[in-house]
DNA sequence: ATTTTAAAAGCAACTATGTTGCATTAAAAT
DNA sequence: ATTTTAATGCAACATAGTTGCTTTTAAAAT
């Protein structure tokens, strides 16, 4: 069992995950970090938090790619079966938490994951763009 | 207006399309493609057809992105609700056309495109598998 | 407290995917 | 046949993510 360690730049990320109200993509977290540490051991720290269920990746229509922080950790499945909505106009990316899709299946399909991302414009664009 | 021609390259992706059961990347396409036409072209192509809503665009999880032809027209508001499910094993994507998932959303949220992505094994190589 | 060990980081080079600008070609309307 | 402009080819660029290898360092063992 390999164990995993607590580094300045893993807390680092953790932070800025906590502050954050919307996913965030590599790029936004690396503008925060600024040269605390490379770019790569970004990379490298996002995919160990991912590998241990403590944030889940989104990808969006467009390609881009985010990460948040999961608020569902009890489960021994652990699928972000949520939804998540991608705003056309400010480019955020928020986890719906209590969005869950429902769907029927055809049999012999094992499913391990989930991407549901809605597109379009969320309230906060919706209201001032009219 | 402007108007969209039929070119050799447009006619050669439509039919690799047309013979393909699964969702197709870039990559494929140009494999298939070969030296009659440039990459670029291919790129281009794939966003016409997208645009003219001819074929839709799939993202997966671990960020490909694959196209697969329409098979529902008539609509007036064109949007991909259905699922795809994406195999880790063999890595094919394919439409579940009748698979589309009901979720109840938040007041103020405008909708315009869905990607709902299933990942796990398919029905070929769960059975294979195991 | 010191040593050990292997996880994590740094750095450079590389790959894969997609984009842009501009000159040239060719589909299709006239 | 001529005209128009959508589409292509090509080169250069941009962005995102990966890999190999050495060095550093968290934390377990002593
Ligand atoms: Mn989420
Ligand atoms: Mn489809
Ligand atoms: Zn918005
Ligand atoms: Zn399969």
Redesign the pocket.
């Known amino acids: 069992m ?9 807390t680092a ?1 953790l932070e800025i995950f906590g502050k954050s109200k919307t996913a965030l ?3 936004e977290i690396q503008k925060q970090i600024g ?14 938090l991912v590998n241990d269920d403590i944030v889940h990746k989104i990808v969006n229509l ?4 985010k990460y948040a922080k999961c608020h569902h950790h009890a489960q021994r499945v652990h699928i972000h079966n949520h939804a998540h909505f991608s705003c056309e106009n400010c480019l955020e990316i928020t986890c719906l938490e209590n969005v869950k899709p429902s769907y029927i299946l055809p049999h012999n399909y094992k499913v391990n994951d989930i991407n549901f991302t809605l597109s379009g414009l969320c309230p906060n664009c919706l209201n001032s763009n009219n």
């Not at 164990?3 to 300045?8: E, S």
């Not at 605390?36 to 160990?48: E, F, H, N, S």
């Not at 467009?62 to 790619?65: R, Y």
Request: charged letters at 30%; aromatic letters at 4%; glycine letters at 4%.
């Open positions: 390999k164990t995993t360690r607590n580094t300045a730049a893993k990320v993509s590599h790029t040269d605390l540490c490379d770019r790569v051991t970004i990379y490298r720290i996002l995919d160990r467009d390609g881009t790619v």
